[in-house]
C-alpha cells in the first residue's frame, strides 16, 4: 500500500527509508507572475507532501498594502517596508525604535494572531493526508531587526542598552504563547525561523548567539516536542557554525543553504538532522541547465541522505529557471523512488 504524504514526511524525519524523498516546493508571487503555467504544472507532476493550516483567526492583524506590491506596506507590528519589486517582500528602512527605553511602547504585538480557531484548524488537518504544518513561526532575531533596524541591532547586541533586554523577553513570551496555541492543534509540526548567516560566515558572534538566542530557540523545540509535534526552522546563509547546537537541542528539520556552505561540510551531520532542502537559488537555479541540477541533487543525495533525512524541498523565487525547478523534484523521484 502506497504511504500517505504524512506517512512519507514522517518516515524521512525518523530515518525509516520512505518510498521517496518528500516534496516541498515554496513558490514567491513572482513565479506566479512570471511563469503562471509552468508553475501549475510543476505542482500537478509533482504534487506536495505538504500542507500549511490557515488560522482562521477570529481577529483581524491591523496592516496597510499589499506586502509583495511595489510601494509601502504596513505589517502587523507597526513596521513599514518599502518594496521596489513586485512579487517580492521589501526592507524596513526607517525602523520603529529609536530608543529602547522610549520607543518600544510603539511596537503592536500582534495578539490577534492567538485567536485562531481551533476546531477549523482541527478540521482542516483531518480533511488531508498531506503534513500539516501549524500557521506560525516566530523570528526573534529578524523582529528585532525590522523594528530595530540591523546596524542599530548589532551594536545593541554587543553593549545592550536599558530596556532591550526587557522587550525580548515580552516577544518571546508571545512567541512562546503562540507556538503552545497551535501546539493545542492537531497539526504535525511547528516552525521558527531567522536568517542567519552571510555569504561565508554567521552574521554574528556564536557566542552571542548561543547566550541571546539559543535559549529562545530551546523554548521553542520543547513546547513542540512536549506537545508531540515535529519542529522545523528556516535560515539562510552559511550557518554552519551552530549546526551542531541545532542538533542539540533537537531541532527536527533545517531548510539552510547547502551549496552556499558546502555540502561536503555537512557530512558529520548526516543522520542527525533532516536536511529540509534546499538546492543552490543564487548561483544553480537561476543560471544552470537541468544537466547540472541533476548532478546537484546527486550529491545532495550521495552525502546526506542516510534512509531518508532529507526533503526535496526548492524554492521558485526571482530568477529561478521552470525547468530548473521541475528538474529538482525529478531527480528526486528517479534517486529516492522505490519500485
Same mark, same amino acid.
Request: hydrophobic fraction near 40%; charge should be negative; glycine fraction near 8%.
Given at each position: ?29 513572482? *513565479?506566479?507572475? /512570471?511563469? #503562471?503555467? @509552468?508553475?501549475?504544472? &510543476? ?6 507532501? %505538504?500542507? !500549511? ?51 518600544? *511602547?510603539?511596537? /503592536?504585538? #500582534?495578539? @490577534?494572531?492567538?485567536? &485562531? ?6 478540521? %482542516?488537518? !483531518? ?107 528556516h535560515s539562510d546563509g552559511h550557518t554552519l557554525a551552530i549546526y551542531p547546537d541545532l542538533i542539540e537541542l533537537g ?89
Open positions: 500500500m502506497a504511504l500517505t504524504s504524512r506517512e512519507r514526511v514522517y518516515q524521512a524525519l525518523q530515518f525509516e527509508g520512505p518510498d521517496r524523498a518528500p516534496r516541498n516546493l515554496w513558490s514567491l508571487p513572482w *513565479a506566479e507572475l /512570471h511563469f #503562471p503555467e @509552468e508553475l501549475k504544472k &510543476i505542482r500537478e507532476d509533482y504534487p506536495d507532501d %505538504f500542507a !500549511g493550516a490557515p488560522g482562521f483567526c477570529r481577529d483581524t492583524s491591523r496592516t496597510i498594502g499589499n506586502e509583495y506590491a511595489v510601494g509601502r506596506y504596513t505589517d502587523p507590528w507597526g513596521c513599514v517596508f518599502v518594496n521596489l519589486q513586485e512579487g517580492v517582500i521589501g526592507e524596513v528602512k526607517e525602523p520603529l525604535i529609536r530608543d529602547w527605553a522610549a520607543d518600544a *511602547a510603539k511596537v /503592536h504585538i #500582534p495578539r @490577534e494572531w492567538l485567536t &485562531i480557531d481551533t476546531g477549523r484548524v482541527n478540521a %482542516f488537518c !483531518g480533511r488531508t493526508e498531506k503534513f500539516v504544518t501549524g500557521g506560525c513561526c516566530p523570528r526573534p532575531f529578524e523582529r528585532l531587526q525590522f523594528l530595530r533596524g540591523t546596524a542599530n541591532l548589532y551594536v545593541d547586541l554587543l553593549d545592550p542598552p536599558p530596556g532591550m533586554a526587557a522587550f525580548v523577553r515580552e516577544i518571546h513570551a508571545f512567541y512562546c504563547e503562540w507556538l503552545e496555541t497551535w501546539a493545542a492543534t492537531d497539526v504535525d509540526a511547528l516552525n521558527f525561523m531567522d536568517d542567519w548567516g552571510a555569504q561565508n560566515a554567521l552574521l554574528i558572534d556564536p557566542a552571542v548567539w548561543r547566550e541571546v538566542f539559543k535559549p529562545l530557540y530551546r523554548d521553542y523545540i520543547k513546547i513542540a516536542h512536549g506537545a508531540g509535534k515535529k519542529i522545523f526552522m531541532l527536527d528539520a533545517i531548510n539552510s543553504q547547502l551549496f552556499c556552505m558546502g555540502v561536503e561540510h555537512l557530512t558529520p551531520y548526516a543522520g542527525k538532522i533532516t536536511f529540509w532542502g534546499e538546492l543552490d537559488r543564487q548561483h544553480l537555479l537561476p543560471h544552470a541547465a537541468p544537466g547540472e541540477i541533476d548532478r546537484a541533487v546527486r550529491l545532495v543525495h550521495e552525502t546526506l541522505w542516510k534512509n531518508g533525512g532529507c526533503i526535496a524541498q526548492c524554492e521558485f523565487g526571482p530568477g529561478a529557471k521552470p525547468e530548473n525547478v521541475r528538474q529538482v523534484f525529478a531527480s528526486w523521484d528517479r534517486l529516492t523512488a522505490r519500485a
